[in-house]
C-alpha cells in the first residue's frame, strides 16, 4: 500500500493555476512535516514546499515563491500545493513526501522518510 497518494496533476495552459492534493493511505502522519518536491527527467529532484505539522511554519523554492501555496489538512490526513501562475518550465513530476526533519532543513534533505509515487503536471505554452 503505497502511504502518500498524490492528485490533480494533468495538462494545464501557462497562466492557469491547478490544485494538488496528497492523502495518507493507511497510516496517519503525525508531527510530521510535509512537502512537495518534482523532478524532471535528466534533473535531480527538487524541493519546492513544506509546511510543519501545526502549518504554522512554511518554506518555499525560490522559483516556485509567491506563485504556489502549501496547506495541510490533518483532520483529512491531506497536503495539498495550489499552483499559480503556471509556466512551462513547471513542467515536472511533482511527488508529496513526509518526514520528522524541520520545515527549515527540507530543501537541503535527499532521502526523506517517505514518498508518494509522483504526479505528472505538464504546463503548455
Known amino acids: 500500500q503505497v502511504p502518500l497518494v498524490e492528485s490533480g496533476g494533468g495538462l494545464v495552459q501557462a497562466g492557469d493555476s491547478r490544485r494538488l492534493s496528497c492523502a495518507a493511505s493507511?497510516?496517519?502522519?503525525?508531527?510530521?512535516?510535509m512537502g512537495w518536491f518534482r523532478q524532471v527527467p535528466g534533473k535531480e529532484r527538487e524541493f519546492i514546499a513544506a509546511i510543519s505539522w501545526s502549518g504554522g511554519f512554511t518554506s518555499y523554492a525560490e522559483s516556485v515563491k509567491d506563485r504556489f501555496t502549501i496547506s495541510r489538512d490533518n483532520a483529512k490526513n491531506t497536503v495539498s500545493l495550489q499552483m499559480s501562475s503556471l509556466k512551462p518550465e513547471d513542467t515536472a513530476v511533482y511527488y508529496c513526501?513526509?518526514?520528522?526533519?524541520?520545515?527549515?532543513?527540507?530543501?537541503?534533505?535527499?532521502?526523506?522518510?517517505?514518498w508518494g509515487q509522483g504526479i505528472l503536471v505538464t504546463v503548455s505554452s
Open positions: 493507511g497510516r496517519t502522519f503525525s508531527g510530521y512535516t
Open positions: 513526501a513526509a518526514d520528522l526533519a524541520p520545515v527549515g532543513n527540507w530543501r537541503y534533505l535527499v532521502n526523506l522518510e517517505v
